[in-house]
């Protein structure tokens, strides 16, 4: 029984999603990167504040993006 239990929490951690709002943690933003490996999936919310990121994140960005382990939701 133990044996499954162990087995149960290392698939839970493959399946973490982590949900940012850049309205009240803009300063998450500059742990994207680190969060995109800890997570198997990051959504970033916001309603009116723009985000300023450095132009060397744009193509690792975009990798994710298109295979739909970052999404930004407004």
Same mark, same amino acid.
């Given at each position: 029984?133990?044996?499954?239990?162990?087995?149960?929490? =290392?698939?839970?951690?493959?399946?973490? @999603?982590?949900?940012?709002?850049?309205?009240?943690?803009?300063?998450?933003?500059?742990?994207?990167?680190?969060?995109?490996?800890?997570?198997?999936?990051?959504? @970033?919310?916001?309603?009116?504040?723009?985000? =300023?990121?450095?132009?060397?994140?744009?193509?690792?960005?975009?990798?994710?993006?298109?295979?739909? =382990?970052?999404?930004?939701?407004?």
């Amino acid at each position: 029984m133990l044996e499954n239990n162990q087995n149960t929490h =290392k698939n839970d951690d493959a399946g973490r @999603i982590l949900l940012i709002d850049l309205e009240n943690c803009p300063d998450q933003i500059y742990q994207l990167q680190e969060k995109l490996e800890q997570f198997s999936q990051v959504v @970033i919310c916001y309603a009116q504040t723009g985000v =300023k990121i450095p132009l060397d994140w744009l193509i690792p960005l975009s990798v994710t993006v298109s295979s739909n =382990k970052l999404k930004f939701l407004r």
